[in-house]
């Protein structure tokens, strides 16, 4: 099994995208959601990645 080496994350101003890679970029989990930078307050962005990492 692949070991994850980094994540990326496409967040937009309406969509949240986050994909853990492996170091030869294939995709071993991701996460999705509705949370874009608009919809969330400033200080909801770090708990809105960090749950979106546990997942």
């Known amino acids: 099994m692949s070991k994850a080496s980094f994540v ?3 967040w937009g101003t309406t969509s949240f995208r986050l994909w853990v ?3 030869d970029a294939n995709i ?3 996460a999705t959601g509705p949370y874009g930078m ?3 307050k ?3 962005y770090d ?3 960090e ?3 546990r997942n």
């Open 8 to 10: 990326a994350v496409d």
């Open 21 to 23: 890679m492996d170091e």
């Open 28 to 30: 071993l989990a991701a």
């Open 38 to 40: 608009s919809r969330l």
């Open 42 to 44: 400033p200080d909801e």
């Open 47 to 49: 708990r809105a990645l």
């Open 51 to 53: 749950d979106s990492l």
